[in-house]
Antibody, heavy 121, light 114 residues
């Protein structure tokens, strides 16, 4: 059974960089059928698509976040990561990593449990 | 692009049917059959319930069904059960030439089973 697990600091200071890692188990991140992605959810609010990455390193980002977001992949450790620079309080959210469906719709069929990141001094 | 528009809340009694709407534009919902729906219980990660407008992943009960007309997609839950009480989010492909994989979500709908 595929499992994804987010990890990283739960508290980040304003203007600093938020860094999270997603570890995939039960399947290879280098499987050519899938992209891997990040989605976030501010407390009490809706979901926001951040971006996706292919095992080759090809990335696609949300236009509204593109200038501050980097997603990278480490196939040797079956992990992919998220960096968000110059964070503010509006970046406070539950961050989820997920596997994108094989379907062209780009849905997400497996999700991590999420990790809460607060931006505060 | 703006978030897709969903009603803030809907409710129904056990055994009844409810429909949750998701309204976008001709650039997203209306232009592609790439709408998905997620169920989220409090404190849990979202769960995929419907993809490609009408398809159900393995293990999702056939009480859940999806449809689309023009710029509005809908999720219908029939034979409501108490366990269906959750937040539901729609999601649509909204890609452009510059951002070919972009997706947008709806604001979410809270389903209450009375």
């Amino acid at each position: 059974q595929l499992q994804l697990q987010e990890s990283g600091p739960g508290l980040v200071k304003p203007s600093e960089t938020l860094s999270l890692t997603c570890t995939v188990s039960g399947g290879a991140i280098s499987n050519s059928f899938y992209y891997w992605g990040w989605i976030r959810q501010p407390p009490g609010k809706g979901l926001e698509w951040i971006g996706i990455i292919y095992y080759s390193g090809a990335t696609h980002y949300n236009p509204s976040l593109k200038s501050r977001v980097t997603i990278s992949v480490d196939t040797s450790n079956n992990q992919f990561s998220l960096n968000v620079t110059s964070v503010t309080a509006t970046d406070t959210a539950m961050y989820y990593c997920a596997r994108r469906c094989r379907s062209s719709s780009g849905c997400f069929d497996y999700w991590g449990q999420g990790t809460l990141v607060a931006v505060s001094s | 692009q703006s978030a897709l528009t969903q009603p803030r809340s809907v409710s129904g009694s056990p055994g009844q049917s409810v429909t949750i709407s998701c309204t976008g534009t001709s650039s997203d919902v209306g232009d592609y059959n790439y709408v998905s729906w997620y169920q989220q219980h409090p404190g849990q990660a979202p769960k995929l319930m419907i993809y490609d407008v009408t398809k159900r992943p393995s293990g999702v009960p056939d009480r859940f069904s999806g449809s689309k007309s023009g710029n509005t997609a809908s999720l219908t839950i029939s034979g409501l059960l108490a366990e269906d009480e959750a937040d539901y989010y729609c999601c649509s492909y909204a890609g452009t030439y510059t951002f070919p994989h972009h997706k947008i979500f709806g604001g979410g709908t809270t389903l209450t089973v009375l």
